[in-house]
């Protein structure tokens, strides 16, 4: 039986092994990845018929695997050229990355000798400035016996921390395939749902799953794909999701399963936003500025070894671990996220432009596992990844404050911006792409990053934040294409919001799809499954389950007020008849409420007409920006026991992913269909969908609208031994198109059959 082997890339080799001194992030803007790989075509493209570029290599040492591709190889100079991109002054280079890059080249080098039996070879490191489009080359000859010992000194530094990998895969594999449902039982519903994503992850396939809230959709999906791990040989495990509350549910899935097997030995780690992780944010990210950052490289070893003896990888414990050792804990985070099997985040660490997750599961060539949670939000939080504005006040702040050098770039940006506003009529409209904007954008943004590159620690906030959304914006104007807008809107001093406005993430989220070995998207609306499959782009085999809800009609009494409308139009009469239902309700079976109005407006006025005609109700309310203090507070008003009516909006922060069990809460009102508001831009966003999928006021109003109210009325129903009613307070509820979007389970008067 051959033993195990571990395959390790060159550049992870080196950077674990030949990364030295302090972290530094001064901003010293680094090209983008097209101007990544357009540098190295145009390097390639200038040498001789015979260059070979991109040239695969690999080698063994003990168990270790080392694999890579060098840059470039010209046979006729026997020269082996690794080339790196970057954009100012070679000499601002920090020395520290300098011998990272001879590392690299010196490992191909050996690679490159032993499979061709070179007795020696010319390395060079070639920088090619993406601006200048000038190269600044570096050379040194090498013996094949030198790069030997180089290449085993670094196997040898690896060798160590590889075994220990192997050991542990092979310990969480047998692990995985022994581990134990952390329940006595599954509860009704988890168990379908739980095959559904392991037959998923076996037959290699995307899966979306429709489950009801309260059966335990986290522990139900977790579970089980963590058990189709060892047999689908996954690398990695990703558990998305929208809101911290949806990671500290995971985690806790996490903690009941080491409870079952309290050695379980499953690298669990928390991605947290560096905003929140920064321990000093009132400094630059180099060591002569931040404390943590000094070192960081030489103290990491210390910290990645300490971190080994932690079993789960959280906030707090990265944080404990970073402190204990003095580096930063977002880029300690960093570094654990390549040796994590279960990986919990955000959205956006996989499916954004720049994800971490999905560019580490690409270099690394993992095999990984996706899990969405509470998917329905995948969406619009999509749409806003694709999507860039420019923000007026932020760019006459960057141009009051930029130095003469960038006076006349940034001039002709305000020139085509100008221009555009000019020929706006009316407050809003869509337009073609303008390319002279674009083009003055690029222009500037050239200007700006030479600047920055010359003066990388005079750093002006204004000047950097519309850099940032400058290359965005141009970032996601060389994609545009029908699944997009380019839209301006008017500003009160009389200029223009240009708007980069993603319609259809499709084009965007295909391929983040097709990376992963099987992604599991979840939530207790993912109805229709068409209008998610044709937004979201998933691929035409995703499997679909709609998982039985475990509670029964007598449980939720739902009840239609069909004489009352909630239109726009109607909110003014729609008052009394509204406060009249729940104050008859109330009367009737006094408790703990949730009301949900379709704007903070709306909320305000019925509250004061409730509480002025009721005053012995205790009423608490919602408001605009609520810290996440004044937000539990408003959950805790929701005490067993208690008795009032909590106002808040449809679609915010209480409207799904909370859990009031039992009398925490025995009722809901809905006084809204939950539809977008009609304006100019849904409006556009309905046409440009009807164009191209002929479903556009269904996918811009109908759907989202009614998955809000689905979602909040969800809150009531937690527990099989729950029992509560929801009041929905508009006359179209009584339509048979809004009914078939509403659970199958539920009964109320007048309710069609639905599908």
């Known amino acids: 039986m051959n033993s195990p082997s571990y395959t390790v890339a060159v550049r992870a080799l080196c950077e674990f092994t030949a990364k030295h001194g302090d972290l530094d992030l001064r901003f010293t803007p680094a090209p983008t990845a097209l101007q990544g790989i357009e540098g190295h075509q145009v390097v390639a493209a200038r040498r001789g018929p015979g260059y070979q570029a991109e040239l695969p290599l690999c080698g063994e040492f003990g168990p270790l695997r080392v694999r890579g591709r060098a840059d470039g190889y010209d046979a006729g100079r026997n020269r082996l050229e690794e080339v790196k991109t970057f954009r100012g002054r070679i000499d601002r280079l920090p020395e520290n990355h300098r011998a990272l890059h001879w590392a690299q080249a010196m490992v ?62 092979g310990a969480r594999d047998t692990a995985l395939q022994q581990l134990r449902f952390p329940h006595a039982g599954f509860r009704e519903g988890q168990r379908p749902l739980a095959e559904a994503v392991y037959n998923a992850a076996r037959s290699g396939r995307c899966l979306m799953a429709q489950a009801p809230t309260g059966i335990g959709k986290t522990v139900g999906t977790l579970f089980p794909l963590l058990k189709a791990a060892p047999g689908q040989a996954l690398d990695r495990v990703f558990f998305l999701t929208a809101k911290t509350s949806g990671r500290a549910l995971a985690l806790d899935a996490v903690a009941l399963m080491r409870q079952a097997d309290p050695a379980l030995p499953l690298r669990t780690l928390e991605l947290v936003a560096r905003d929140k992780a920064c321990e000093h944010p009132d400094k630059a990210c180099h060591g002569e500025a931040c404390p943590l950052a000094k070192g960081f490289y030489d103290r990491l070893p210390a910290a990645r070894e300490a971190a080994l003896a932690v079993p789960v990888w959280d906030r707090a414990a990265v944080r404990s ?30 499916f954004d432009s720049a994800a971490l997750l999905h560019g580490l599961a690409n270099v690394q060539g993992w095999r990984v596992a996706v899990l969405v949670d509470e998917a329905h939000n995948l969406v619009e939080r999509a749409r806003a990844m694709y999507s860039a504005q420019l923000d007026p006040g932020g760019f006459a702040l960057a141009r009051r404050g930029a130095p003469a050098a960038l006076k006349r770039p940034l001039g002709r940006v305000q020139r085509q911006w100008r221009e555009l506003s000019a020929g706006l009529e009316g407050d809003y409209a869509v337009q073609p792409l303008p390319t002279t904007l674009i083009e003055a954008l690029q222009q500037a943004l050239a200007a700006i990053t030479d600047h920055l590159a010359e003066h990388p620690t005079a750093v002006d906030a204004a000047l950097q934040a519309f850099y940032f959304d400058a290359l965005q914006f141009t970032r996601l104007a060389e994609s545009f294409d029908e699944h997009s807008l380019f839209d301006l809107t008017r500003t009160p001093r009389g200029g223009c919001v240009p708007c ?24 207790a609306t993912l109805h229709p499954a068409g209008y998610y499959r ?18 029964a009609a007598h449980q939720l009494s739902v009840q239609i007020a069909g004489d009352i409308s909630t239109r726009f139009q109607h909110r003014g009469t729609s008052l009394a008849p509204v406060v009249q239902r729940m104050a008859a309700q109330y009367a009737v079976q006094p408790g703990n409420y949730l009301a949900f109005f379709s704007s903070f407006d709306y909320l305000e006025q019925v509250a004061e007409l409730f509480t002025a005609s009721h005053a012995d109700v205790p009423v608490w309310r919602q408001s605009r920006g609520m810290t996440e203090e004044q937000q539990a507070a408003f959950l805790a008003r929701f005490a067993p026991g208690g008795r009032g009516i909590g106002f808040a909006v449809l679609g915010g922060s209480f409207a799904e992913g909370i859990d009031l069990p039992g009398d925490r809460l025995i009722g809901a009102f809905i006084a ?49 031994q729950d029992r509560g009613v929801v009041h929905l307070l508009d006359d179209r509820f009584l339509r048979p198109a809004v009914q078939r979007l509403l659970p199958r389970w539920w009964q109320a008067p007048g309710c069609t059959q639905r599908g």
């Not at 040796?339 to 985040?345: E, F, I, Q």
């Not at 409006?683 to 556009?696: A, H, M, P, S, V």
Request: charged share 20%; hydrophobic share 40%.
């Open 108 to 169: 191909y080098g050996w690679l490159l000798c032993e499979s061709k039996g070179l007795p020696d070879i010319e390395l060079a490191l070639v920088y090619f400035d993406v601006g200048s489009q000038r190269e600044t080359v570096f050379t040194q000859q090498c013996t094949a016996h030198q790069l030997r010992q180089h290449f085993e000194q670094r196997c040898a530094a690896f060798l160590a921390w590889a075994e220990h990998e192997l050991a542990h895969r």
């Open 321 to 350: 671990l970073a402190l204990a050792h003095e580096v930063c804990p977002y880029y300690l985070t960093q570094e654990l996220a390549r040796w994590s099997d279960l990986l919990v985040g955000d959205y956006n660490h996989y």
């Open 500 to 523: 980069l406005r993603n319609v259809i993430p499709a084009p965007f989220l295909k391929p983040r799809f097709q990376a992963a070995h099987t992604v599991t998207l979840f939530s």
């Open 534 to 551: 044709e937004l979201l782009g998933l691929p035409e085999d995703t499997a679909v389950v709609d998982v039985a809800s475990p509670f």
């Open 672 to 720: 809204t269909l939950g539809l977008p508001q009609v304006n100019p831009v849904n409006e556009q966003i309905r046409r440009r969908i009807d164009q191209l999928c002929g479903t556009g006021f269904d996918y811009t109003y109908l759907y989202p609208g009614l998955q809000k109210v689905v979602q909040a009325a969800g809150r009531v129903i937690r527990t099989p």
